[in-house]
């Protein structure tokens, strides 16, 4: 049995690349069933590569502006916005002006899988891969690895 926790997001963990900075709350082992994750999102940085899934993800603008990627199709986002993708629907979501602060959930229970389809449209953000994979490394090919780190003070509005 796992023991149950409170974790206020400036003591999580956090990851950094130059697509911006997250926390996805866990400690030592993944969540079985949900993932949550709290992202950061420099103006003109996706959160992910245009992807798809097998299970049903939301995402819910807290604060600041984004651009809304979905199934070929581009959509402004703003604070208190929430996103609800379906299975298998292509998406992204990339910050703008200011940049964004994003919660993202979705259901770890189901078939695993999942692809980067080639999309120009997300191409214009640097959220596309180049030609359609499964293959997450070669999604991300042009980005570094996120590097662990603790809250940088100041990321998140008081």
């Known amino acids: 049995m796992t023991d149950w926790y409170v ?28 993932g949550i994750n709290l ?5 003109g940085k996706p959160m992910a590569m245009y992807h798809h899934e097998p299970c049903q993800e939301g995402f819910l603008v807290l604060d600041g502006d984004a651009v809304l990627i979905i199934d070929g199709e581009e959509r402004p986002l703003r604070k ?22 994003v919660l993202a959930v979705g259901s770890r229970v189901g078939p695993d899988g999942g692809a980067y389809p080639h999309e120009p449209l997300a191409a214009k953000y640097g ?4 030609e359609d994979t499964d293959d997450p490394r070669v999604a991300y090919a042009a980005y570094a690895p996120p590097e662990k780190r603790p809250y940088p003070e100041g990321l998140l509005p008081d």
Do not use: I, T
Not at 127 to 130: D, L, Q, W
């Open 7 to 34: 974790l206020n997001a400036r003591d999580a963990q956090w990851s950094v690349n130059e697509l911006g900075w997250y926390s996805n709350f866990e400690k030592a082992e993944r969540f079985p069933e949900f």
């Open 39 to 43: 992202n950061v999102l420099p103006p």
């Open 80 to 101: 208190w916005d929430y996103v609800h993708c379906p299975r298998d629907v292509p998406h992204v979501v990339v910050g703008a002006g200011e940049g964004a602060l």
């Open 127 to 130: 959220a596309s891969a180049v």
